[in-house]
């Protein structure tokens, strides 16, 4: 199985700060990552897919990058709306596995 | 628009049986893949099954395979999840979500059902 290792599991920071969020995989992975983010008591929602296809309706302040098996997930400054649980996702193969999550909290 | 509402979740005892149904709407059902995620309570998320649109392809998590069964009835529009020999582990809300890709499968989830908790105990 496809491990996904994610880092940091918590961030504390402020509105308008740089976060960076970074996920490895067990092994190459090409770009079959996506990123999701939850808040409590919702179903997650797709943010990036492929590494770093936006998906429509996403602001710009998010963005994603990598290939094989190191990738991040960048919020260029944090909004109040983006304090949630992040988390990772690879489809290169079977099993579908996510990462461990980074919980971005307020400072 | 799109809308997955899941049901049939609720409290059973260890070793018991349990089958979750994904009402889907706004969209080609038959030309998506299918997939049930579960999130144990205050834990990560988890994937447990795929089911193709053609319904040739299905996939399980090791964790719950030759116990659960993924199937789909596309007259209906409905996702379903057959859940046998239930553990206490299996305790969680489990989401129904589409395949973000038209036809072909990119088993990455646009679209997910607000949830169905299911309770494992005795």
């Known amino acids: 199985d496809i491990q996904m290792t994610q880092s940091p599991s918590s961030v504390s920071a402020s509105v308008g700060d740089r976060v960076t969020i970074t996920c490895r995989a067990s092994?190459?992975?090409?770009?079959?990552v996506a990123w999701y983010q939850q808040k409590p008591g919702k179903a997650p929602k797709v943010l990036i897919y492929?590494?770093?296809t936006l998906l429509t309706g996403v602001p710009s302040r998010f963005s994603g990058s990598g290939s094989g098996t190191d990738f991040t997930l960048t919020i260029s400054s944090l909004q109040p709306e983006d304090f949630a649980t992040y988390y990772c996702?690879?489809?290169?193969?079977?099993?579908?596995?996510f990462g461990g999550g980074t919980k971005v909290e307020i400072k | 628009e799109v809308q997955l509402v899941e049901s049939g979740g609720g409290l059973v005892k260890p070793g018991g049986s349990l089958r979750l149904s994904c009402a889907a709407s706004?969209?080609?059902?038959?030309?998506?893949?299918m997939n049930w995620v579960r999130q144990a309570p205050g834990k990560g998320l988890e994937w447990v099954s795929t089911?193709?649109?053609?319904?040739?392809?299905?996939y399980y998590a090791d964790s719950v395979k030759g116990r659960f069964t993924i199937s789909r009835d596309t007259a209906k529009n409905s996702l379903e999840l057959q859940m046998n020999n239930l553990r206490a582990e299996d305790t969680a809300v489990y989401y129904c979500?589409?395949?973000?890709?038209?036809?072909?499968?990119?088993?990455?989830?646009?679209?997910w059902g607000p949830g169905t908790l299911v309770t494992v105990s005795s």
């Open positions: 996702q690879q489809s290169n193969r079977f099993p579908l596995t």
């Open positions: 979500a589409r395949d973000l890709d038209y036809g072909l499968g990119s088993y990455f989830f646009d679209q």
């Open positions: 706004g969209f080609a059902f038959s030309s998506y893949s």
């Open positions: 089911i193709s649109g053609t319904k040739s392809d299905v």
């Open positions: 492929a590494a770093s």
């Open positions: 092994q190459g992975i090409r770009t079959w």
